[in-house]
């Protein structure tokens, strides 16, 4: 099949109209572009027309380009190799004239060979990409004419081994020669100001670096991942460093020259401070971190797994950035937030598997996402009462932690806080709190209880969803929606008290909870969504209260022990699905009034056994739940009809018989407010 697609897409290469053609002509196998009085070495097609996988290269084996070409009678010379001209081809050698000014977009891109390329003088501007991928090149001669590195230029050309960059260039731009994995030694020139996103990241084979004292800029990332190096020193001229700019995991030595006004590594810090705010931007893995710092940046130790042993924070400090220590898994014992510390960015101490304790300042105001996420040694924590909110995974994960306690001031707790903390026994939780995040405490395996505030007024999706130890909730009077899978496969749930106050109870909320046998539906409830009691398999009966107008898809179904179903609608509520139930060989108990419409009914007329439910007592004739003149009519009619099934609260008097002297006997009981 794969064949006979490639043979397809050369046919239809062969039938594209010359119009959508890359080149004007060809001479000896090359193709050309006519640019006025110039021309560019191109593709025969570019690689829009084809799928990648599909791509057919325009050249093979060793390509000499010349200097000029005849084409009908006029001499032009060749002073550009295109955009995408050998993409993907595989050469045995290059050969490039003099004439040549400009190697285009990705020129070379995914070739395969050249060994080696000698680019001329006569080159001043090579494109982004021109020689990415090219995973066989392992030596590049750089013309002296050049004043930047292009974007990805050399990017994951994994043989490159050395390269001497020009003493003209002054700018190395994003990911250069990113992933060049076999390159030992790298020239910087003198001239060099700027240095890329990336541009020297994955260069895991450089053991040394030598920043010249013209380098201005060093973006983040720039030498990110490069593991063979072990000490950098930053010099004097150097203004700007972006994070994680040199995030190496087997650092140990960072020098800044002293008299540089931006930065400094105070006291033989092994850091990089910025001077004028204190803040720490880099560290490694023998970092000291000096007690002048009043922040740590942003990814400061990202994955700075060397770091080891307790971590010491300055009584100084004001904030710890996102990422800041994340996933270094050296840091263990006990970890002090200082006072003065008002936020913890996200992720900040994420993976730090071997932390044991935290001890939290009395200024934090925010616990950000994910902060102490995989902190699977954690065993206790406590949210001091100036937090106001904790973060969405804050504590996901935490397999450690039995036992947490929320201050005072917290009001939102995000979604996944607490997931997966599934040797959680205790929590507790203030008053004023006001919402829980989607699946805040799901897979809380452990948790037995958890006291719900009167304060709060929403409760996200699968909050507690396989929570299997919980055995009873009472939900607050301020909700009005059970979420989908808030409580699902919480298999030992068995007593839930429910407002009247909720009027929806959402798809799956309580889906697997075989340990319900029994529960009381709200008297405003007027949806039960898809597989809201699905696999409620100890269900024994269920009263559908009369305000409800819609029963979802499967909402009953695997409630196999379900032997009763009362549902109080005068008119029968819209049922989405003959499945919406598990079997129909419950009685049903429905208004008598209704009993009919129910029998006749689609859905509800699959019942094999429907009757008129017992209502409030003597006198609720219709089975609402409620004695009013809408009784005393229904009574009236009744006899008028004289039907002859009748309800057992028609007797009113109680005197075995249903006659006119039950109506005086309703009425009087209205009259007196009995």
Not at 60 to 89: L, Q, R, S, W
Not at 456 to 468: E, P
Request: proline share 5%; hydrophobic share 35%; net charge negative.
């Amino acid at each position: 099949m794969k064949h006979l697609i490639l043979t397809l897409l050369v046919l239809f290469a062969a039938l594209i109209p010359s119009s959508m053609a890359a080149y004007d002509f060809q001479v000896e196998g090359i193709y050309y572009e006519i640019n006025g009085n110039e021309v560019t070495v191109t593709c025969e097609y570019l690689p829009d027309y084809f799928p990648s996988e599909y791509y057919r290269p325009s050249y093979y084996g060793e390509i000499i380009i010349p200097a000029t070409v005849d084409y009908h009678g006029t001499t032009y010379p060749v002073t550009a190799i295109g955009n995408y001209a050998f993409y993907k081809c595989y050469l045995s050698n290059v050969s490039i004239p003099n004439s040549i000014t400009s190697i285009g977009v990705s020129a070379f891109e995914d070739c395969m060979g050249p060994y080696s390329i000698d680019i001329p003088n006569s080159v001043t501007t090579i494109c982004q990409y021109a020689f990415r991928s090219c995973s066989e090149l392992n030596s590049v001669t750089l013309p002296d004419s050049l004043a930047f590195i292009a974007s990805g230029t050399f990017e994951s050309c994994g043989n490159l081994s050395s390269i001497d960059i020009p003493t003209t260039v002054t700018t190395i731009n994003n990911y250069a020669f990113y992933n060049c994995s076999s390159l030992t030694s790298v020239t910087l020139p003198d001239a060099l100001t700027h240095i890329g996103t990336g541009a020297f990241a994955g260069c895991t084979g450089l053991t040394s670096l030598d920043l010249p004292s013209s380098v201005t800029t060093i973006e983040h990332h720039a030498f990110a991942d490069c593991t063979g190096l072990t000490s950098i020193d930053i010099p004097n001229s150097v203004s700007y460093i972006g994070y994680m700019a040199f995030n190496i995991p087997n650092l140990t030595s960072i020098t800044i020259a002293s008299d540089n006004p931006y930065y400094d590594s105070r006291n033989n810090c092994n850091a990089i401070i910025e001077t004028a705010t204190n803040t720490l931007i880099i560290g490694c893995r023998n970092t000291s971190i000096p007690n002048s710092v009043k922040a740590i940046g942003e990814y400061a130790f990202y994955e700075c797994k060397g770091l080891s042993g307790t971590l010491t924070l300055p009584d100084a400090l004001t904030s710890i950035g996102k990422y800041a220590f994340y996933y270094c898994t050296g840091i263990s014992g006990s970890l002090v937030i200082p006072d003065p510390v008002t936020t913890i960015g996200d992720k900040a101490f994420s993976h730090c598997l071997r932390l044991n304790k935290v001890t939290f300042g009395n200024s934090l105001t925010t616990i950000g996402e994910s902060v102490f996420s995989w902190c699977t040694g954690l065993t206790n924590i406590d949210i001091p009462n100036s937090v106001t909110s904790i973060g969405s995974a804050a504590f996901n994960f935490c397999t450690g932690l039995t036992k947490a306690t929320i201050g005072s001031a917290v009001t939102t707790i995000g979604s996944s806080a607490f997931s997966s903390c599934s040797n959680l026994t205790s929590i507790t939780l203030p008053e004023g709190i006001k919402t829980f995040g989607s699946h805040a405490f799901y897979n809380c395996s452990k948790l037995p209880n958890i006291d719900i505030p009167n304060t709060v007024t929403a409760i996200g999706i699968q909050a507690f969803g396989n929570c299997k130890s919980l055995t009873s909730v009472t939900l607050p009077d301020s909700i009005t929606t059970i979420e989908n899978s808030l409580f699902s496969d919480c298999t030992n749930l068995a007593n839930v008290f429910i407002p009247n106050s909720v009027t929806t109870i959402g798809e799956r909320a309580f889906t697997g909870c075989k340990s319900l046998t029994g529960i009381t539906l709200p008297e405003a409830l007027t949806t039960l969504e898809n597989e809201a009691f699905n696999s409620c398999s100890n269900l024994a009966s269920i009263t559908i209260p009369s305000s409800v107008t819609l029963i979802g898809y499967y909402a009953f179904c695997g409630c196999t022990s379900l032997a009763e179903v009362t549902c109080q609608a005068i008119t029968p509520p819209t049922v989405n699905h003959d499945l919406s139930f598990a079997t129909y060989e419950a009685t049903l108990f429905v208004p008598y009034q209704s009993l009919e419409d129910y029998r006749t009914h689609e859905i509800w007329g699959q019942f094999l056994r429907a009757v008129p439910f017992v209502g409030a007592g003597p006198g609720d004739v219709n089975g609402d739940g409620n004695i009013t003149v809408g009784d005393v009519t229904n009574l009236i009619d009744m006899l008028l009809m004289g039907e002859e099934e009748r309800p057992a609260y028609a007797d009113v008097d109680g005197d075995g018989n249903v006659t006119i002297k039950d109506i005086a006997t309703l009425i009087d009981m209205l009259l007196n407010n009995h």
